[in-house]
């Protein structure tokens, strides 16, 4: 699975996915103070179980003001759920975007940056060929801190967004694509991130051998640290807004 909770001195909370099951929630409350029921802004890269699961619980018990999403047309339980909860929301006062490629949102002092987006179809939504490579991918900004989220984008998009035009510059955090696969390694991307920091959320045990070796070795030549969750388990990263650390 894969969630990513940003929090900020000025009281600026995002979420970013939410991960299989309803652990994110508990998470959530340890990290935000228990006065505090409010979400600035979700995010979901993309429909899957893994990535859009938590996200129905934490609808359920914060307030959420803004809802960034691509409305797909994607058969799944979960995700008919989670639409549910996102009209739920909007009956409660939150704005629903639907990204656009080049879309830059403000939340309080952080920045989310659009870089990728598959065009919606708004009135009636659009079929999902393959989920993964229409993941939105993104970068949220804290001063000169950044990091890089693509989903669970794989070469195809990578590559795609490289050739597009748009500006790429490093990061100080990668959260790897696609849980450290092969299929998400793009070495011209990882080139241009040239990350400090690469975060592989992955399972422990997982069957199908993420994180990839061949990734392993890419982070290893470009000098990237690299933490994994199945090793490190839930990892905390603190910045200034300049350089960051790790707890």
Avoid at 104 to 109: L, P, Q, R, S
Avoid at 136 to 160: H, Q, R, W
Avoid at 196 to 222: D, M
Wanted: hydrophobic share 40%.
């Amino acid at each position: 699975g894969d969630a990513t909770l940003i929090t900020t001195p000025k009281g600026s909370q995002v979420l970013v996915d939410g991960g299989p099951n309803d652990k994110v929630l508990g998470l959530v409350n340890q990290l935000i103070p228990p006065s505090d029921r409010k979400i600035d802004l979700l995010l979901l890269t993309h429909p899957p179980a893994d990535h859009v699961t938590g996200l129905i619980s934490i609808l359920g018990s914060y307030r959420v003001l803004n809802i960034v999403f691509d409305p797909v047309n994607y058969e799944s339980v979960t995700y008919t759920k989670f639409l549910r909860a996102v009209e739920d929301e909007k009956k409660q006062g939150a704005r629903v975007i639907n990204p656009k490629t080049g879309d830059k949102i403000n939340v309080g002092d952080l920045s989310l940056t659009i870089l990728w987006a598959p065009a919606p179809t708004i009135i009636t939504g659009r079929n999902s060929g393959d989920p993964n490579n229409e993941s939105i991918i993104s970068v949220l900004s804290y001063g000169d801190f950044d990091v890089f989220l693509p989903g669970d984008a794989e070469k195809k998009e990578a590559d795609a967004l490289v050739s597009s035009g748009m500006i790429i510059t490093a990061v100080e955090v990668l959260k790897a694509a696609h849980h450290g696969s092969k299929n998400g390694l793009s070495e011209s991307l990882e080139k241009l991130l040239s990350p400090a920091l690469t975060v592989i959320p992955v399972g422990k045990s997982n069957s199908f051998g993420h994180p990839s070796l061949e990734l392993l070795n890419l982070l290893n030549r470009l000098g990237s640290k690299v933490l994994r969750t199945d090793l490190n388990v839930t990892i905390e990263i603190i910045s200034d807004g300049k350089i960051c650390g790790v707890k």
